[in-house]
């Protein structure tokens, strides 16, 4: 943790190395997740050197934007672009970035590059075997793991051998040999511990004794011991996983093993023996020593020919292997990857030279808008021809379904909408995945699709083009259906009523969707025929009600409906005793009464109505972990005493509108006692104008309390905190002090946020903070000198009327925002802000904007509702600008000098006084140009520049979320609500 710099500001670049099985992902995990809840941008790039050798480096550079942007990324395409895409977008985020098992340096340069392509503050982790990729000066610190000593290689044997942290007295002798044998590491401990702990007592000698004859230096033909143990069909799905299936859900991959191999009980083999783990999300994992154990053992088999390999898994392979001659392939598994043009042409009799396939996969890059044949060629006779009817003939199948007779996985991403798929057998299909492809209701492969009696899977997610479903009828076998972020879709074919053996229905961010199926004609199928769903997500839909017939999903453990229209919850929901997650927040809110019943359901675990009035909270069962209930319309505090094995807990109170005089008291009320059994919180978050104080040590109480958030008008005191805490948020109409030294004893706390409209000094504060919010209508003066008191600080928030000037500022600051500083007339000098990324100034008395040097990593800067300001300084020098909003800056008549080459967007609305721009047609990179100024300005001229230029422009501007008369209405009223 010293090393990452965990208390400072700086950006720390780490490096792990060590050789494989070590527990390099281990430790770095462990500090990631120690790190996490102080990041609000944080990604986990696992696995980069086989992604990359399988998905290509894009990929990766596609993940992180996204994680980091938290939106879909899809447009990188190459690796020059993802690296310019990272600098660009990323360079204003604080982000915690963990790499793990980088092979090459080209990995590094092209998700980190230089320090300054992420913000100030970043931490970033790399793991790898190959120490000479950290030897550059990017890296602050590497570190070799070494291995586990006596003791801590024998209580990690003991835990898997044993299941405790010792070993059996009579096993002592045998234990020590053990830990001999793994030489302190600590993927053999596991291994080794996981295979004796299903070994009889008298074979541990014989076990041991073939586990000693192997070379120390050879690790994994000791871990091959393990495998040798397992059966035939147990080996089979262990090699499957390695080549083809870390990183895959459980509950799909089960699907690919036929019945016979009894898939269900191998897996808990495998997990049993720590060849494989299921992580969070029911993922498939495996360590990379283990897998590249098991592709070892394929080549081996095929006697290293890549014609008798049984599975290709490196796409460069796989398309080296259909280029061969002529020939029967012994392949059963191919994945493909097509990233550029004319890369393969696909013949028929290049497919029927692959009669034993199992499983295909077939990645073109890019979506489905450039088309499929952007990337590769398919045979005339592969493709199909206009048909006037649009139908196929009755004994199609027959004639020509005879290409991939053993297939039972087929994923095909961008599929073209071209191929023939009646030339493959597909009837022993269980598993098919046509996602972000551009097929329709009416694509001709509807039919053929029907033949797929066995199908169990069905993932159409990113089908753009899908506005509505095919018919079902004929997959009542299929158990999951993935629709999500089918953004066009408008209709689910009422035949999904006859899918009674469904168990996981995937609708999320299928914006068009308003309705599930309720009835087909008269028949009396309805949506509640799937008796034996566990899973529906619907959230982010435009989805309305839930269906009556609810009720008899007796089988159903998780509801999703965020973000959803929904407004009715169905009284036969709260009878579902098998649900262990119900998550919902209205668009628009309404009442919702929770059932009595609910308390029967001991197998809930999350429980979070957001935007949902409720009134009345009865009692709820203990087995829940987190809860959040946000528009409670209740006087009192409900009674959640038996909730102990509670972690989050967020309550949200509103004053009752059922017409009674009470809007709760205002005289004493403590927080009920009850507060004391929830000793696991770690999240606590309490928004009520009722409670006036709080238990006043939460020390002893709250000992493992991380998240604090008190809202509440009347509360009159800060409790004492428990040192464990990292964020705090305290609002209080009724605090004017707080403790001088009570915040500054939180060493481990990064963010603060104090909206105590009524605080007259500030207390002192910790110098860990990261993070700092403060709004009060009191305060004068700050502390002259920040700079040094908060040397780690990197977001700042003033919201403070009576401020006069600004203290001198920490130059590890990426952010600074002034929002309604009244009495603030300047800005100061902030030419030590290096690091500052967005700077923006609301309604402030700032009368005159200079820079004494330019601010060389500024990316944004919003102006706005700045009646005083009457130029703004040439902003050409700032050379990493990307968005300048100027926004109701009445008096503003002339921007100076000229703007940033690097600028993308330019909004100036009411801006009346302005007269005119600086030239636009040189900036190269201006993708948006929002005008809308009545006055002087030639917004005429400027709309005819910017169609030139191919840049989009506008005068009205939906994206900009500000009511100028609403802010303006709302600082008045905190201005006449002043105290002296």
């Known amino acids: 943790m010293e090393m990452i710099g965990a208390g400072t500001s700086e950006?720390?670049?780490?490096?792990?190395?060590?050789?494989?099985?070590?527990?390099?992902?281990?430790?770095?995990?462990?500090?990631?997740?120690?790190?996490?809840?102080?990041?609000?941008?944080?990604?986990?790039?696992?696995?980069?050197?086989?992604?990359?050798k399988n998905r290509g480096i894009q990929c990766l550079q596609n993940q992180l934007v996204s994680d980091i942007l938290k939106t879909k990324c899809i447009d990188i395409e190459d690796i020059d672009e993802g690296t310019q895409t990272i600098e660009e977008r990323l360079s204003n985020k604080r982000v915690l970035l963990l790499l793990d098992d980088a092979e090459e340096g080209n990995h590094i340069d092209a998700l980190i590059g230089r320090r300054d392509w992420l913000g100030r503050g970043s931490k970033i982790i790399i793991t790898t075997r190959n120490k000479s990729i950290l030897d550059v000066p990017e890296v602050d610190y590497s570190y070799e793991l070494s291995e586990m000593d006596v003791d801590q290689s024998l209580q990690l044997f003991s835990r898997h051998a044993f299941r405790q942290d010792y070993p059996l007295d009579e096993?002592?002798?045998?234990?020590?040999?053990?830990?001999?044998?793994?030489?302190?590491?600590?993927?053999?401990?596991?291994?080794?511990?996981?295979?004796?702990?299903?070994?009889?007592?008298?074979?541990?000698?014989?076990?041991?004794?073939?586990?000693?004859?192997?070379?120390?230096?050879?690790?994994?033909?000791?871990?091959k011991i393990s495998y040798d143990a397992l059966d035939v069909r147990q080996q089979d799905i262990f090699l499957d996983i390695a080549c083809l299936f870390i990183g895959y859900n459980e509950d799909i991959v089960i699907y690919f093993w036929d019945e016979s191999k009894f898939p269900e009980e191998a897996m808990e083999v495998?997990?049993?023996?720590?060849?494989?783990?299921?992580?969070?999300?029911?993922?498939?994992?495996?360590?990379?020593?283990?897998?590249?154990?098991?592709?070892?053992?394929?080549?081996?088999?095929?006697?290293?020919?890549?014609?008798?390999?049984?599975?290709?898994?490196?796409?460069?392979?796989?398309?080296?292997?259909?280029?061969?001659p002529e020939g029967k392939k012994e392949v059963e598994a191919l994945r493909l990857k097509f990233?550029?043009?004319?890369?393969?042409?696909?013949?028929?009799?290049?497919?029927?030279?692959?009669?034993?396939?199992?499983?295909?996969?077939?990645?073109?890059?890019?979506?489905?808008?450039?088309?499929?044949?952007?990337?590769?060629?398919?045979?005339?006779?592969?493709?199909?021809?206009?048909?006037?009817?649009?139908?196929?003939?009755t004994n199609v199948f027959l004639e020509n379904s005879d290409l991939l007779p053993q297939l039972r996985w087929l994923s095909w991403r961008n599929i073209p909408t071209k191929l023939k798929i009646t030339n493959f057998y597909m009837e022993n299909v269980v598993i098919l995945d046509l996602f972000m492809s551009g097929i329709t209701h009416d694509w001709q492969g509807w039919s053929h699709v029907k033949v797929m009696k066995n199908l169990k899977v069905l993932d159409l997610h990113d089908c753009y083009s899908l506005e509505r479903t095919p018919n079902f009828s004929a997959h009542s076998n299929l158990e999951h259906l993935l629709l999500s972020d089918c953004y066009n879709l408008v209709e689910i074919d009422n035949s999904i009523c006859q899918l009674t053996r469904l168990v996981s229905l995937k609708l999320d961010g299928c914006a068009k969707l308003q309705r599930l199926p309720k009835v087909v004609g008269r028949d009396p199928d309805t949506i509640g025929n799937l008796e034996l769903l566990i899973k529906l997500d619907i959230s982010y839909t435009n989805i309305k009600e839930l269906p009556d017939s609810i009720g008899k999903w007796k089988n159903l453990k998780v509801l999703n409906m965020m973000g959803s229209a929904i407004s009715k919850i169905p009284y036969a929901l709260w009878m579902i005793v098998t649900l262990e997650r119900i998550e919902f927040?209205?668009?628009?809110?309404?009442?919702?009464?929770?059932?009595?019943?609910?308390?029967?359901?001991?197998?809930?675990?999350?429980?979070?109505?957001?935007?949902?009035?409720?009134?009345?909270?009865?009692?709820?069962?203990?087995?829940?972990?987190?809860?959040?209930?946000?528009?409670?319309?209740?006087?009192?505090?409900?009674?959640?005493?038996?909730?102990?094995?509670?972690?989050?807990?967020?309550?949200?109170?509103?004053?009752?509108?059922?017409?009674?005089?009470?809007?709760?008291?205002?005289?004493?009320?403590?927080?009920?006692?009850?507060?004391?059994?929830?000793?696991?919180?770690?999240f606590l978050e309490l928004c009520s104008d009722y409670v006036t104080t709080l238990p006043i040590d939460l020390i002893s109480i709250l000992r493992q309390l991380k998240s604090l958030k008190l809202k509440g008008a009347h509360v009159r005191c800060l409790p004492s905190l428990p040192s464990t805490l990292s964020t705090l948020l305290f609002d209080s109409e009724y605090v004017t002090t707080l403790p001088t030294d009570g915040i500054s004893l939180l060493p481990q706390l990064k963010s603060l946020e104090l909206r105590c409209c009524n605080l007259r000094c500030l207390p002192s504060l910790p110098s860990s903070l990261s993070k700092l919010e403060l709004y009060s209508k009191c305060l004068t003066t700050l502390p002259t000198d920040m700079s040094s008191l908060l040397p780690r600080l990197e977001k700042l928030e003033f919201v403070c009327p009576k401020l006069c000037c600004l203290p001198s500022l920490p130059s590890s600051l990426s952010e600074l925002r002034l929002i309604r500083c009244k009495s603030l007339s300047s800005l100061g000098d902030l030419s030590n802000l290096k690091g500052l990324s967005w700077l923006y100034i609301h309604?402030?008395?700032?009368?005159?904007?200079?820079?004494?040097?330019?601010?060389?990593?500024?990316?944004?800067?919003?102006?706005?509702?700045?009646?005083?300001?009457k130029s703004l300084p040439s902003l050409g020098n700032f050379n990493k600008l990307s968005f300048i909003h100027v926004l109701e800056c009445g008096s503003l008549v002339e921007i100076q000098g000229e703007l940033p080459q690097s600028l993308e967007e330019l909004k100036i609305l009411g801006c009346g006084s302005l007269k005119e721009l600086p030239d636009l047609s040189r900036l190269k990179r201006?993708?948006?140009?929002?005008?809308?100024?009545?006055?002087?300005?030639?917004?005429?001229?400027?709309?005819?520049?910017?169609?030139?230029?191919?840049?989009?422009?506008?005068?009205?501007?939906?994206?900009?979320?500000?009511?100028?008369?609403?802010?303006?209405?709302?600082?008045?009223?905190e201005s006449e609500g002043e105290g002296d």
């Open 11 to 52: 950006t720390r670049i780490i490096g792990i190395h060590g050789m494989g099985g070590i527990g390099k992902t281990t430790i770095a995990k462990l500090i990631y997740n120690n790190l996490s809840h102080n990041f609000e941008h944080c990604c986990f790039l696992r696995d980069v050197r086989e992604t990359s």
């Open 171 to 223: 096993y002592i002798g045998q234990s020590m040999r053990a830990i001999g044998i793994a030489r302190g590491l600590p993927l053999a401990l596991e291994v080794i511990g996981s295979l004796l702990c299903r070994t009889k007592k008298e074979k541990w000698d014989l076990t041991l004794k073939k586990l000693e004859n192997v070379p120390h230096a050879a690790v994994r033909s000791k871990l």
């Open 585 to 682: 927040e209205a668009k628009h809110a309404f009442d919702v009464e929770i059932g009595n019943c609910i308390y029967e359901n001991r197998c809930l675990r999350i429980l979070r109505l957001v935007k949902v009035k409720i009134d009345k909270v009865p009692r709820l069962p203990e087995s829940l972990i987190n809860l959040e209930l946000d528009a409670l319309y209740m006087d009192t505090i409900p009674d959640l005493s038996n909730l102990v094995n509670l972690e989050r807990l967020k309550l949200g109170f509103h004053p009752r509108d059922d017409g009674g005089a009470s809007g709760g008291p205002v005289e004493e009320y403590p927080m009920p006692q009850w507060i004391e059994n929830l000793s696991k919180l770690e």
């Open 843 to 869: 309604d402030c008395a700032i009368s005159d904007i200079r820079f004494r040097d330019p601010l060389e990593n500024l990316r944004e800067l919003d102006l706005w509702y700045l009646q005083r300001v």
């Open 926 to 973: 201006l993708k948006k140009v929002r005008i809308k100024c009545y006055g002087n300005l030639d917004v005429e001229a400027i709309s005819s520049l910017c169609l030139e230029k191919s840049v989009e422009f506008g005068e009205e501007d939906s994206d900009d979320q500000y009511e100028p008369e609403q802010e303006d209405n709302e600082s008045e009223s």
């Open 339 to 393: 990233d550029r043009k004319g890369q393969f042409r696909f013949t028929y009799e290049g497919f029927k030279n692959l009669s034993d396939l199992r499983f295909l996969q077939v990645r073109s890059w890019g979506t489905y808008l450039d088309g499929p044949d952007n990337y590769f060629d398919v045979e005339e006779r592969l493709l199909w021809h206009e048909s006037p009817l649009n139908v196929l003939p």
């Open 270 to 324: 495998l997990q049993n023996m720590s060849l494989i783990k299921i992580e969070e999300d029911n993922i498939v994992w495996m360590h990379d020593q283990l897998r590249d154990l098991g592709r070892e053992i394929v080549r081996e088999k095929s006697k290293m020919k890549i014609e008798n390999q049984s599975r290709v898994w490196d796409p460069k392979e796989a398309l080296d292997l259909l280029r061969r």
